[in-house]
């Protein structure tokens, strides 16, 4: 089923109940977004999910997972009353949401971060992230992702191999992996990953070089 708005325009009169609009890629028969016609409580957001037989990809339709997100986070609450206007799609661990200040807030089932490393340089910038339980948090810059040419994932590789990391599922196509800072205009990974420790054994000597680091200072 595909469900579009009556109107493009974001309808603000607070007497009408807030509604999600859910919108499927024609193509191949997923859910593609979730769009609300008034700002809702991630809280709220996270319901509709879990309540949607229409919402089956990702760890979206793992209706468990979602339930412990919602359990996890009435921990803190603070996040769960964060105000939202679309749920922007589900991967395997993490669901994206859209904030009415155009920032991006990630609900991962677990780290989304491999093995902890830090965030570099070429990851999308992080303005907060937190856990409650099995449930990681992070507010994000929302990245511009219309009309990039391909060559944009050749940058963003780079980047990460220059870092001193692997790239992982990260290939010449993949431009949904990226996207475009509107502030300063500089191309960042948006699932942190693709960008991977080379080994184990490069993850605990790095980790024990932070931590030397923060001994000496």
Known sequence: ????????????????????????????????????NRPVTLK??????????????????????????IDDLNISGKILN??????????????????PDG?????????????????????????????CGKTHFYIEEKLLQHNMPDYLVEIVRNKIILSGYRTYDLYRYDLHQIGI????????????????YKTVFHAMFDKAIRLMKKIKF
């Open 1 to 36: 089923m595909h469900i579009k708005p009556e109107t493009n325009r974001t309808i603000r009169n607070k007497n009408i109940p807030a509604k999600p609009y859910i919108f499927e890629d024609e193509t191949r028969g997923y859910i593609q977004s979730v769009e609300y």
């Open 181 to 196: 800072s509107a502030q300063n205009g500089d191309v960042y990974l948006l699932d942190p990953e693709c960008a991977r």
């Open 103 to 131: 920032k991006v807030i990630k609900i991962t089932d677990g780290r989304h971060i491999p093995l902890n490393r830090p965030l570099g340089a070429f990851d999308v910038p992080v303005f907060k992230k937190g856990k």
């Open 82 to 99: 964060k105000k939202i206007v679309k749920m922007l799609g589900s991967g395997s661990s993490a669901i994206a949401f859209e904030t």
């Open 44 to 69: 709220k957001a996270l319901y509709d999910i879990k309540q949607s037989s229409q919402i089956d990809e990702g760890v979206a339709g793992d209706k468990p997972i979602v339930q412990r997100f």
